[in-house]
Nanobody, 121 residues
Framework: QVQLVESGGGLVQAGGSLRLSCAAS????????MGWYRQGPGKQRELVAR???????MYADSVKGRFTVSRDNAKNMVYLQMNSLKPEDTAVYYC???????????????WGQGTQVTVSS
């Protein structure tokens, strides 16, 4: 099995910064991509940012220029640096990863338990 554990959430004032971390562990042969989703109060879960094993990134329009996703392939970790935070960034942030558990090309999607980020105005 594979586990994803997030850390780094908390309460911050608008304009502040937070850094989220996510560690993947377990029966991991490889990880194709890792990313972050969030779900705000009364909203659907949405993609925030994603990074591939080769370092290609994608971001939601709402966070471009403010958030940066990075990855440590050797440690199976992904990070989300969040700057210039806004109240509308308040959400539970979830880490996910497409993990290969064998030498086949099949990957499985795993999720972390989520970490709360609250931005006060």
């Amino acid at each position: 099995q594979v586990q994803l554990v997030e850390s780094g959430g908390g309460l911050v004032q608008a304009g502040g910064s937070l850094r989220l971390s996510c560690a993947a562990s377990g029966s991991i042969f490889g990880i194709d991509y890792m990313g972050w989703y969030r779900q705000g109060p009364g909203k659907q879960r949405e993609l925030v940012a994603r990074i591939t094993s080769g370092g290609s990134t994608m971001y939601a329009d709402s966070v471009k220029g403010r958030f940066t996703v990075s990855r440590d392939n050797a440690k199976n970790m992904v990070y989300l640096q969040m700057n210039s935070l806004k109240p509308e960034d308040t959400a539970v942030y979830y880490c996910n990863a497409a993990v290969r558990i064998s030498s086949s090309f099949v990957s499985y999607l795993y999720w972390g338990q989520g970490t709360q980020v609250t931005v006060s105005s």
